[in-house]
């Protein structure tokens, strides 16, 4: 399955929403750049690892200024072409917002994927002021779906944004993709990796199994990785070892593994370290690992973006009770008067 990917330094701070600014009910305007339609303004936004609203909370307002598309955003990048890109005023009424991008992403290939697409806006001068990251559920064979990527309002001294553009593309076949919040799997589980830390050339990645089933969930030893290229390609010449100690004792992920039962709404984590040395030779990136949480499980594909240099070796802790996991969607009790 092919991918795309250009880095452009920016901090990952955007927030999105499909059914936003300016993705729906916005229409051309007249010589002032105007929108003449009323559209929405998102007013949920879903963090990293957050539990998704109920139900989308949107109110109509305002007028977005939408803004000419540079050359340089006319292309197509694995699939996905920005096609709009608009300014939000204070006289909007979308108050948390600053500027939007409408896009479209094109599924290429013969199997349903779900996307995640990171959109960068842009400066006058072409510098990254800002990059946000989108994920577009189960897109089918042949499907076009449509988009809105949403920058979060800034501090005042922030750059004008003037242009954007696809920073990078990353695709998994749906069934596999995996999500630390929804509906819970038919296997009872979720699987995940978390963003991660990364200090003096170590990094370090958690994958985190969490029981969102009604049954205990029984796991024992080392989860099975198999890692995968921007083409979706086994990468070969990778040793996986058992335990984090040889990369780095710090980790945590050293030790023999012990049997981890899991009750409904509990979780459990093992770590994945390697180093990003690069001496002779060509580096190994690998943006897809494929994870088995133990024989027999169904697959699920992460996107942790290890970066193995030339080092040919990558840690895997064993699984551990996580008793720090809480989980997102559940409602804290109210007290008492």
Request: glycine share 12%; charged share 20%.
């Amino acid at each position: 399955m092919p991918t795309a990917s250009r880095t452009a330094p920016a901090v990952l701070a955007g927030v999105l929403l499909l059914a936003a600014c300016g993705s729906q009910s916005a229409s051309p305007g007249d010589g002032d750049g105007r929108v003449r339609a009323e559209t929405l303004c998102p007013s949920d936004y879903q963090r990293y690892e957050s539990a998704p609203p109920v139900e989308p909370s949107v109110t109509a307002s305002g007028t977005p200024t939408a803004l000419p598309l540079p050359s340089s955003s006319e292309g197509v990048e694995g699939g996905v072409k920005i096609t709009r890109l608009f300014a939000w005023g204070p006289e909007s009424g979308c108050g948390s917002v600053d500027y939007s991008a409408d896009f479209e992403v094109t599924n290429r290939e013969t199997e349903t994927v779900t996307y995640t697409v990171t959109i960068g806006f842009l400066s006058p001068t072409g510098g990254a002021v800002d990059n946000v990251e989108k994920t577009v559920e189960r897109v089918g064979p042949g499907r076009t779906v449509k988009g809105t990527a949403v920058m979060a309002q800034t501090a005042m001294t922030a750059p004008e944004v003037t242009g954007a553009q696809v920073v990078k593309v990353r695709g998994v076949p749906a069934d596999e993709a995996s999500s630390a919040s929804g509906p819970c799997p038919a296997s009872g589980v979720r699987l995940y990796a978390d963003e991660g830390d990364a200090a003096m050339g170590l990094r370090v990645v958690g994958l985190h199994l969490v029981n969102c089933g009604s049954e205990p969930y029984r796991v024992d030893g080392y989860p099975k990785l198999e890692l995968h290229d921007e083409e979706h390609d086994t990468v070969d010449g990778v040793r996986i070892l058992d335990g984090t100690d040889r990369i780095s004792t710090a980790t945590g992920g050293g030790g023999s593994p012990q049997p981890v039962v899991l009750r409904p709404g509990e979780a459990a984590r093992a770590g994945l370290a390697w180093r990003n040395t690069t001496q002779a030779g060509d580096p190994v990136n690998v943006p897809y690992v494929r994870v088995w949480a133990k024989p027999g499980a169904d697959p699920v594909t992460v996107v942790p973006e290890l970066d193995l240099g030339t080092t040919g070796k990558l840690g895997v802790g064993p699984w551990k009770k996580d008793d720090t996991y809480r989980d997102p969607t559940a409602t804290a009790p109210v007290p008492r008067p």
